[in-house]
Nanobody
């Protein structure tokens, strides 16, 4: 059974940084594609980044390219999202997810399992 638990959210000032973690069980990081998406109030969910389990390649949405970095620790089965240069537009609930495939055009719609999310709020 796949279980995903996000942590690391909080309140940060514009320009600040946060690192999100996703503790997992039932996930083989060598074969699962993993990623992060977010959903802001009143908006559709937005895929942010994914990492391929087999190849290790990463893909990012244009909105976070160059600011966010996805990584994983396979020894601990933990997925991370380092977020720098945060702006109020980044305010949302952030979710860790397993993906059916990792690619830039698959970020928004190919989540398979996800956690309950962690809230990130960017404000002065």
């Amino acid at each position: 059974q796949v279980q995903l638990v996000e942590s690391g959210g909080g309140v940060v000032q514009p320009g600040g940084a946060l690192k999100l973690s996703c503790t997992t069980s039932g996930v083989n990081f060598d074969t699962y594609d993993m990623g992060w998406f977010r959903q802001a109030p009143g908006k559709q969910r937005e895929g942010l980044a994914c990492i391929s389990g087999i190849l290790g390649d990463t893909h990012y949405a244009d909105s976070v390219q160059g600011r966010f970095i996805i990584s994983s620790d396979k020894s601990k089965n933990i997925l991370y999202l380092q977020m720098d240069g945060l702006t109020p537009a980044d305010t949302a609930v952030y979710y860790c997810a397993t993906y059916l495939g990792c690619g830039k055009h698959r970020l928004d719609n190919e989540m398979d399992h996800w956690g309950k999310g962690t809230l990130v709020s960017v404000s002065a």
